[in-house]
């Protein structure tokens, strides 16, 4: 397995701008988190997924930001309008239910720079 | 809310010793508790769980600690080395009944040869 992939790996924009992040996670998971990553907050759950549908969406900012997840394969992480604090890295992971480690695989992460 | 702590500073050890890093949590203890290594411009990657009721567990070089009592955990590298130089980053479960986690802010080891 080619483990959790993400797209774009980085990303400068523009405020006021969309961004959406893009994350593939690991055949057979059925859990999908997004994180997000800066020096002073550490690493941040935003929103996790479970069996395509959204658990907890406690962390995501405010309502610039929404993360869907329309199959089992394919999850977005969309950011309108984008301000320059959004500038982080944001991470995806997956992990599975049955495993009980809930050991998370994450994704090589989407750096972004908002001008 | 819990809040973790791990220490800010980096580590700094030399080649073969045994680096022990700690993290420490504030609040409800966790049904579990994780250790993932990272390196910079990489995710975090999974090293060992160990759950509430066990005290200590072991993963080749590798040790973790789970004191409830405390509110501690301690993490152990024996006979380091330059290889194992990453940030080393404290999860716990966030106590909602789901798979949420909270991460600490990590401490940076660097093992000099």
């Known amino acids: 397995d080619a483990g959790v992939i993400q797209s774009p790996r980085h990303e400068v924009t523009e405020m006021g701008q969309e961004v959406t992040l893009r994350c593939k996670p690991i055949s057979g998971h059925d859990y999908l988190f997004w994180y997000r990553q800066t020096m002073m907050r550490g690493l941040e759950l935003l929103i996790y997924?479970?069996?395509?549908?959204?658990?907890?969406d406690s962390g995501m900012p405010e309502d610039r930001f929404s993360a869907k997840m329309p199959n089992a394969s394919f999850s977005t992480l969309k950011i309108q309008p984008s301000e320059p604090r959004d500038s982080a890295v944001y991470f995806c992971a997956s992990s599975s239910g049955t495993s009980g480690l809930n050991e998370q695989f994450f994704g090589p992460g989407t750096r972004l720079t908002v001008l | 809310s819990q809040k973790i702590e791990q220490n800010s500073e980096a580590l700094n050890i030399q080649e073969g010793k045994t680096a022990t890093l700690t993290c420490n949590y504030t609040n409800y203890s966790p049904a579990y508790l994780q250790w993932y290594r990272q390196d910079p411009g990489r995710g975090p990657v999974f090293l060992l769980l160990?759950?509430?009721?066990?005290k200590e567990k072991r993963k080749e070089r590798l040790k973790v600690t789970f004191d409830t009592t405390l509110k501690q955990s301690l993490f152990h590298i024996t006979a380091s080395q330059p290889a194992d130089s990453a940030t080393y980053l404290c999860?716990?479960?966030?106590?909602?009944?789901?798979?949420?986690?909270?991460f600490g802010a990590g401490t940076r080891l660097f093992v000099k040869a």
């Open positions: 160990i759950r509430e009721n066990e």
């Open positions: 999860a716990l479960d966030a106590g909602t009944g789901g798979f949420k986690t909270i």
């Open positions: 997924f479970n069996n395509n549908v959204p658990i907890d």
